[in-house]
């Protein structure tokens, strides 16, 4: 097997990929005012032009540059030391909110309704679009507009939307079952494409790109030759061993009880304490060469493989090998939060072109209408926000981006305090604004950093946060004739770079149209998440992040271009030619942290749960954000920013 040389890689050719604002290139290293988060600063073109459109860059995205270095420095010590007296901005809010997630921007939601409409509030974010984890990417390939997620894939959730979420996102225009029909899932089947496994040879000693078995035993493909025998390709071509071929398909077909003496509730307490590797080894007798195999099935849920997972989690999330175990569906001992199957959950289920982006954007639209044309979720794909119109001093409500939060503190006693003061550094200038109450919809590790006037048991509380690294990658083809040749639309990879690779999911709504033929351009959507198998899972987390944060775009593009031309290489894909843009959504710090029952003393034990104890409100704060309910799903965020409003608003009438 010969390895690809950079030129081969395409790696000197010129595509959509470092930091371009429309067409406008971001100079690095050029200050702005005084020294904080200098080094970082980049020259900007101001928010107030129309060229100032974040949704279109490519190259590093994500947590980009210029977004994170502020609040590193406040981390480490070193902000306070270099910084004067803050401008005064003389603006005042009813409230202020820190984060311009989806939490945040519901905060900022659910906040009108109580205070009507004229209520001044400002939401602050760091980075240079709203939306957090909700990210937009736009891309424009021989005159099309492409879309793609750069981070929330869809409204998807384990458990049901509370009324809350549900009210909320049908306030908001999104009708999910009628929307359903947008996604057409018979496409790729229609065209003969399936899932497939790749085998790397670094992992399992040979490149291969096999049939998923079990994939194309669950489609309804019917007569074709995989569908008979869905198990033939693989048993034939995956480079294991025969047993281990043998025992992988044993695992799918199993109806063996492998804690035959056992309760269901005693076998979920087991099945919650060891992961699913062991179960499958040590329980259940398989050979240790299915652990690689299986390894990066739950990367999507928990950013972890199976060493780090909990076999009631890999049963609660459909994973293989407990269909003879008899176990009970709904609540075991513990938390169980992630483990159990719920239909009505899996039935609301939504994936538009960007994301979860289009909630970000309907929540904008409705605080500040000026700022997102049209009406509807049909007009919504295709608009262009106006960015410039997120920050004006006439609306009631206003976005300031590129604007990291480092102070939040009361003015007095906050017992008694009448105000809170606000810091935050934009453009390497310290600003002040006062408000009446605020919201602390950023990520629970900062909150400690920027408040240190909480209860000690609270910073402590909020510091335990451990994020989960991931990175969501979109790349632009020219064409997906290679992916058509190889009969392939998603990839699993649980040995390379990225794990999961997928052509776009199609989904055509208003005048948005999702590409159709193999001839067109399209959005190929790349996971990775930097576990490190065989730690805990706050390790695996802490050493990934620290990765992704080391790791150039450089090595970013040479992995995509060689796993695409490897993976695809029986389709004739040259990474050469067949790349129009790249784009990595870098999320060092991304999911929400949800606890784990291999690792969490109190999942089973019972105790203070940390986000409850991080989450209290004090004063004229109150604390939103999906780490709030350490539960990494839009609704979590919703429900956050709601309970985070109520606290004001009934501490304000008290
Ligand atoms: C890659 C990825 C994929 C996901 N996919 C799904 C999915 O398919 N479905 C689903 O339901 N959920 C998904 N989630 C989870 C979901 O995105 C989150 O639960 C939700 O969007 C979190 O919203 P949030 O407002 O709490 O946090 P965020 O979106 O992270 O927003 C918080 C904002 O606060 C900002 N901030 C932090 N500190 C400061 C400061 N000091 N000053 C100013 N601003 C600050 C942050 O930078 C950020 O912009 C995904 C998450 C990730 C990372």
């Known amino acids: 097997m010969r390895g690809y040389s950079d030129r081969d890689l395409g790696m000197n050719r010129s595509i959509a990929r470092r930091d371009f604002l429309n ?13 904080l988060g200098a080094a970082f600063e980049v020259e900007r073109v101001a928010e107030t032009s129309p060229e100032y459109y974040p949704p279109a860059l490519t190259g590093m995205r994500g947590s980009h540059e210029g977004s994170f270095e502020v609040a590193h420095q406040l981390r480490d010590g070193s902000f306070w030391r270099r910084t004067g007296d803050p401008a005064e901005t003389g603006e005042s809010y009813d409230l202020v909110v820190v984060g311009g997630g989806i939490s945040g921007l519901s905060a900022a939601h659910f906040f009108r309704k109580v205070a009507g409409r004229r209520a001044r509030i400002l939401i602050l974010d760091n980075h240079d679009d709203f939306g957090g984890h909700a990210k937009r990417n736009e891309f424009r390939e021989r005159g099309r507009m492409l879309l793609g997620y750069g981070g929330t894939y869809a409204i998807e959730s384990p458990a049901p ?95 063996t009880d492998y804690l035959p003496s056992l309760s269901s509730t005693e076998k979920k307490t087991k099945l919650a304490r060891i992961s699913y590797a062991r179960f499958l080894t040590e329980i259940a007798g398989f050979d240790p060469q299915v652990v690689p195999y299986f390894q990066a099935r739950p990367h999507t849920y928990f950013g972890v493989g199976i060493d780090a997972v909990s076999a009631q989690d890999a049963w609660g999330f459909g994973l293989p090998g407990f269909d003879g175990m008899n176990l009970e569906p709904g609540p075991g001992p513990g938390m169980n939060r992630d483990c159990i199957p719920n239909e009505e959950a899996e039935k609301f289920f939504l994936h538009l072109p960007d994301g979860n982006a289009s909630i970000a954007r309907l929540l904008v639209r409705q605080l ?71 919201v602390l919809a950023c990520w629970n590790m900062v909150i400690p950093h920027i408040c240190p006037e909480l209860p000690a048991k ?128 870098r999320w060092p710090h991304g999911y929400a942290y949800e606890y784990n029952s291999l690792f969490d003393e109190f999942w089973l034990e019972g105790g203070d749960v940390p986000c409850e104890v991080a989450r209290k409100p004090f004063g004229r704060l109150a604390i939103a954000n999906a780490d709030a309910g350490a539960y990494a799903y839009t609704d979590g965020a919703i429900d956050q920013a709601w309970r985070a409003i109520q606290e004001l608003t009934t501490a304000s009438q008290a």
Request: net charge positive; glycine share 6%.
């Open 458 to 585: 609270q910073r402590e509380a909020l510091a335990a946060e451990a994020k989960v690294p991931i990175v969501y990658t979109n790349v632009v083809l020219r064409n997906w004739n290679a992916w058509k040749k190889s009969g392939v639309n998603t990839i699993y990879a649980p040995g390379s770079y990225h794990t999961h690779l997928n052509l776009d999911v199609p989904v055509s709504l208003g005048r948005y149209h999702c590409p159709r033929q193999p001839e067109e351009p399209i959005v190929v959507h790349m996971m990775r998440t930097p576990c490190k198998p065989g730690l805990p899972a706050r390790d695996q987390h802490r050493l990934g992040r620290i990765e992704l944060f080391q790791t150039s775009f450089e090595t970013f593009e040479r992995n995509i271009r060689d796993q695409l031309a490897r993976a695809l290489s029986g389709g004739g894909f040259d990474p050469e030619w067949d790349i129009a843009a790249i784009t990595v959504n």
């Open 161 to 255: 939307y509370s009324a809350v979420a549900r009210a909320l996102i049908r306030e908001l225009g999104i009708d999910v079952e009628r929307l359903q029909p947008t996604n057409d899932r018979k496409l790729y089947r229609s065209l003969g494409l399936h899932p497939a496994v790749f085998f790397d040879k670094e992992t399992f000693g040979a490149d291969r790109l096999v049939m998923d078995p079990k994939h194309i035993a669950d489609t309804e493909a019917g007569d074709s030759a995989e569908a008979a025998d869905p198990w033939r390709d693989f048993m034939a071509s995956a480079p294991l061993s025969e047993r281990a071929r043998r025992d992988v398909r044993a695992i799918y077909e199993t109806k």
């Open 23 to 35: 067409g406008i290139a971001l100079a690095a290293g050029a200050a702005i005012g005084p020294q």
């Open 368 to 438: 500040i209408p000026a700022a997102i044309p049209g009406h509807s979720v049909e007009d919504l794909l295709i608009a262009r926000a106006k960015y410039s119109r997120l920050d004006e001093g006439r609306s009631s409500v206003r976005i300031r981006l590129n604007s990291t939060v480092v102070r939040v503190k009361h003015e007095g006693d906050p017992a008694s305090a009448r105000q809170v003061e606000i810091l935050y550094v934009r453009r390497g200038r310290l600003f002040r604004v006062r408000s009446t109450q605020c």
